[in-house]
C-alpha cells in the first residue's frame, strides 16, 4: 500500500527561486501527464525543473510536430484549471515494479533507489516516480509555454537510447514570460550562426569535421583586420611576435602538466619514428621554449612575446557550436616575463589598460572583471603552494582596485597554476562567458627550470603573465556578429562600398570610382549585374554594405556619386573626392558608426 506523505508547502514564504522550481517540476508533472494521453505507449524519462522552466524527455512511436506541441500544452492548462493537488507517497519496491513495469527507464530509475526510499507523486489519474519538490495543486503553476524539441541521450550517454526532450519556459508570471520570449527572440536575431552564414563569414563543412570552422573571404578579412589592429597595438606596447608550431612532442606538455590536467580535451597522439607528437591545447609550452632559448638579463625584462597562435581542444561534437564553441581556435595570446612582483603588477595593469582600449574601440559594454581564485579545500585541482596563491591574489586585487574597475571574486574558477582575471561578457542569448583572461603564474618558471641573470649577477626565476585580449579570433568575431547583428563597423566591414551603376553605359565611372577608393585600400566592388538599380540596392543592405554609391549621368558628368549610407539612407549627390575622404577617415579612426567616434575607455581611478 502507498503510504502517503503530507507535503503542504506556504509558497509564499519561499525564496523565489525555489518556489519557481517548485513550479517549473510540477509543469513537468503535467506534461507527462499530457503525453501519455497522446502516445499512450509514452515511454517516461526524467523531468527536473532548469532555470527558465522545464523539460521532460520521452521515447516516442515518432518524432513530436508543432501541432503536438499545441494539443499537450492545452491538455496542461486543463490540468491547471482542475486545481488538482499533488499528493506525495512512500512505496514498496515490489509496488514501483508493479506499477512501471512498461516503463524502462523508470525501472532503471529504480535500480540506484534504496528500499524505503522509493516515493511517488499522484496529481489526478496520473502517478510519476518522484522523489518531491512540487507546489500544492495543479492551480498553483505559474505562466508557461512548451517552446522547443530536441534529442537527448537517457542518462546523457551516447550508448542509450535518444529520447525526445520537451522543453518549456515557466516563470511566475506572464509578464515575465513574455520578457523571456523577447529575450529569446534577441538571441534569434543576432545568432551568429544564422548571420554568420548570410554575410558568408564563416561555413562549417561535414567533410572537414564539427568544431573545425573555415574562414571565409568575408570572415578571413574582419580576422585580418582584428589581427592587424591588435599587432599594432601590441608592437605600440612592446610586445615581440614569434610564430611556433601546432604541433610539438607530447613529453612538452607532460612537463608543463597540461597532459596530466588536460588529456582528455585534447586531440589523440601521432606516432611516427618513434615519437609522440599532440596537437597544441594552448601556447604556453611554445613561448617559454622562446624564452629559454637565450639566457636573459633583468635589463631585458619585461619580455613580452606574443602570437595570434592556434590551439586544439577535443571538444566533444555535441558541444561545438557555430564560432563561439571550436575544437581549433586562434588565441591572441601572449606571455609576459617578470622579474618581480612590481613588475608583474605593472604588466598587468598595462594588460587591463589594453583591455579596456580594446573594447572600447569594439564598442563592448556588456562585461565585468572575475577575480578567479582557486578553491584551496580542492588540492586534486590546483597546484598546492597557499603562498603563491596568497601573493598572486592579492596582486591581482589591487590592480583592479587602483584601476577603479567592475569586478567580483570568484572561488573555484582559477587556472590549475595560478589566480586569474577573467573578462566575463553576457551574450547575446544572456548568458555570461569568459572571453580573455590575465593570470599570474609562479608554477611554469619552476616547472621548466626558467632563470634570467639578476642584477646582482645571480640566476634567478622570472614570473610570467599568461593573457588574451580578444580572445580567439572565432569567438571573438562570433561576439561582434552578435553585437553588432552583422553590421560591421566600416574598418571591419568585409565589403565597404558597393558601386552601383544606373544602366550599363555607366559602367566605366563606376569602374573609375571603385578604383579611387581602391588606391587608399577601400574595399569596394562594383555591381555589374544586370539587374534593375533598385534590386541592387536592396541586395547591398542585406549584405549589410555600410556605403552605396550610386552612379548614373549626372554622377558622371560631375564627377560625383549618389551617396547612401548604412542606416541613414539617402545623403544625396557627393563629390567623388569627398567621398574618398570621408570613408577613409572613417576606417583610420575605426569609428563605430558614420560619423560617431568610439567610445573612450573607461576611466580609471587615480592611483
Ligand atoms: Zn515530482
Ligand atoms: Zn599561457
Known amino acids: 500500500m502507498a503510504t502517503p506523505i503530507e507535503t503542504h508547502v506556504d509558497l509564499a514564504s519561499l525564496p523565489k527561486q525555489e518556489r519557481l522550481a517548485r513550479m517549473r517540476h510540477s509543469a513537468a508533472h503535467l506534461l507527462a501527464e499530457a503525453m501519455l494521453e497522446l502516445f499512450p505507449d509514452a515511454e517516461l524519462g526524467i523531468g527536473p525543473p532548469i532555470d527558465t522552466g522545464f ?10 510536430t508543432p501541432e ?45 533507489l534504496e528500499d524505503g526510499a522509493i516515493t511517488q507523486c499522484t496529481h489526478g489519474n496520473f502517478t510519476d516516480l518522484c522523489k518531491g519538490g512540487h507546489v500544492n495543486h495543479t492551480g498553483e503553476i505559474g505562466a508557461f509555454k512548451l517552446t522547443s524539441v530536441a534529442g537527448a541521450y537517457w542518462r546523457g550517454s551516447e550508448k542509450n537510447p535518444q529520447l525526445q526532450r520537451v522543453y518549456g519556459a515557466l516563470f511566475e ?21 544564422r548571420i554568420g552564414k548570410e554575410l558568408k563569414i564563416f561555413e562549417l563543412f561535414d567533410e572537414t569535421g564539427p568544431g573545425h570552422v573555415v ?41 608543463s602538466g597540461h597532459w596530466d590536467h588536460f588529456h582528455d580535451a585534447m586531440y589523440p597522439v601521432m606516432e611516427r619514428e618513434g615519437e609522440e607528437y599532440v596537437l597544441r591545447p594552448m601556447n604556453c609550452p611554445s613561448h617559454i621554449m622562446v624564452f629559454a632559448s637565450e639566457l636573459h638579463s633583468y635589463r631585458e625584462f619585461p619580455i613580452r612575446i606574443a602570437e595570434f597562435g592556434n590551439m586544439h581542444r ?3 561534437s555535441g558541444q561545438v557550436s557555430g564560432m563561439s564553441r571550436v575544437r581549433i581556435m586562434t588565441l591572441n595570446d601572449a606571455h609576459i616575463f617578470c622579474t618581480d612582483p612590481a613588475m608583474v603588477e605593472a604588466e598587468v595593469e598595462g594588460v587591463l589598460r589594453l583591455m579596456e582600449h580594446a573594447y572600447g574601440v569594439l564598442g563592448l559594454r556588456n562585461y565585468r572583471y572575475r577575480l578567479s581564485l582557486a578553491d584551496p579545500d580542492d588540492k586534486e585541482k590546483y597546484v598546492d603552494n597557499p603562498e603563491m596563491w596568497q601573493k598572486g591574489e592579492a596582486l591581482l586585487r589591487r590592480v583592479l582596485d587602483r584601476l577603479g574597475l567592475n569586478y567580483f571574486p570568484a572561488v573555484g574558477e582559477a587556472a590549475f597554476y595560478g589566480p586569474k582575471i577573467d573578462v566575463q561578457f553576457m551574450t547575446a542569448a544572456g548568458k555570461e562567458e569568459t572571453l580573455s583572461t590575465i593570470q599570474v603564474d609562479f608554477h611554469f618558471p619552476r616547472q621548466f627550470g626558467l632563470e634570467y641573470i639578476g642584477e646582482d649577477g645571480e640566476r634567478h626565476q622570472p614570473i610570467i603573465v599568461h ?54 585600400r577601400l574595399r569596394v566592388e562594383v555591381d555589374d549585374r544586370n539587374e534593375r538599380m533598385n534590386a541592387k540596392i536592396r541586395d547591398a543592405q542585406l549584405q549589410k554594405v555600410p556605403y552605396m554609391l550610386v552612379v548614373g549621368d549626372r554622377e558622371a558628368e560631375g564627377r560625383a556619386v549618389s551617396l547612401r549610407v548604412r542606416g541613414e539612407g539617402d545623403q544625396g549627390s557627393v563629390p567623388l573626392t569627398e567621398v574618398v575622404e570621408r570613408l577613409r577617415r572613417e576606417r583610420d579612426e575605426r569609428l563605430l558608426t558614420p560619423g560617431v567616434h568610439p567610445a573612450a575607455p573607461a576611466p580609471a581611478a587615480g592611483g
Open 55 to 64: 523539460y521532460y524527455d520521452f521515447r516516442l512511436p515518432r518524432s513530436l
Open 68 to 112: 503536438d506541441l499545441a494539443w499537450l500544452e492545452n491538455r496542461m492548462r486543463e490540468s491547471v484549471a482542475r486545481r488538482l493537488p499533488f499528493q506525495m507517497a512512500s512505496i514498496s519496491r515490489e509496488e514501483a515494479l508493479e506499477r512501471w513495469k512498461n516503463q524502462p527507464f523508470k525501472l532503471d530509475l529504480l535500480k540506484d
Open 173 to 193: 508570471t506572464e509578464e515575465e514570460l513574455a520578457a523571456y520570449e523577447r529575450q529569446l527572440e534577441e538571441a534569434r536575431r543576432r545568432d551568429h550562426r
Open 215 to 255: 574562414w571565409l573571404p568575408n570572415g578571413a578579412t574582419i580576422r585580418r583586420e582584428l589581427q592587424r589592429w591588435m599587432e599594432d597595438l601590441e608592437l605600440e606596447r612592446g610586445y615581440r611576435h614569434v610564430v611556433t608550431p601546432a604541433v610539438s612532442k607530447r613529453q612538452l606538455y607532460v612537463k
Open 314 to 316: 577535443w571538444e566533444k
Open 467 to 520: 593573457r588574451g585580449i580578444i580572445s580567439t579570433l572565432e569567438r571573438m568575431v562570433a561576439l561582434l556578429i552578435e553585437e553588432y547583428e552583422g553590421n560591421f563597423p566600416l574598418w571591419l566591414a568585409p565589403v565597404q562600398a558597393v558601386v552601383i551603376p544606373i544602366a550599363d553605359r555607366h559602367q566605366p565611372y563606376a569602374r573609375e570610382v571603385a578604383g579611387a577608393l581602391r588606391q587608399y
